[in-house]
């Protein structure tokens, strides 16, 4: 792969480290990540090293066509599964590009990985994010009670995931640029 999947209306690119300092400002944003999950608050020397201990390839910008960077996505390993995470920008929710995303990295994933599971969780408050997963064809599986300290609060959050069987065969990706 060489840095690109794409999609219909957005593309994924591989984050490379000269989109630290984008991330870094998102991640310091209470907007970006919204009421629903933590906020890392970490410095572009955090992001550097954190970025230089994992996969590569599990970090994602989400793109529109035009090139304008609209969030992102990761996956990383889970066992005999791969779990995904993503996030787009407060002006960009909404509009179906979150769902193509998870489209595409689920795809991908199928395509490449030999995995019998994609799961993600979401805070059980966050109803868009509930949509997105479900839309794509995951399945809710049960709650991860007090997952997460959100905003000074234990926080349970929802599982769902997606079996290799229930997949079949690619909805979204067009092709690996």
Known sequence: MSGM??????????????????IAEWSNSLDFWGEFDFIPQMSRADFENMQAS??????FFLEKKDGSKIGCINHRPRGTAQELGYALLPSERGKGYGAEAVMI????L??????????AHTNVGN????????????????????LTFVRGVWTNF??????REEWKEPKILTRTA
């Open 5 to 22: 999947l794409e999609g219909r209306t957005v593309n994924l690119r591989i984050m490379e480290k000269e989109g630290l300092p984008l």
């Open 54 to 59: 994992r996969n590569p390839e599990g970090w």
């Open 105 to 108: 990295m689920v795809d991908y």
């Open 110 to 119: 199928f395509l490449t990985k030999e995995i019998v599971r994609i799961q």
């Open 127 to 146: 109803k868009a994010s509930q949509r997105v997963l479900e839309k794509v064809g995951f399945k809710r599986e049960g709650i991860l009670r007090k």
């Open 158 to 163: 929802y599982l769902y995931s997606i079996l």
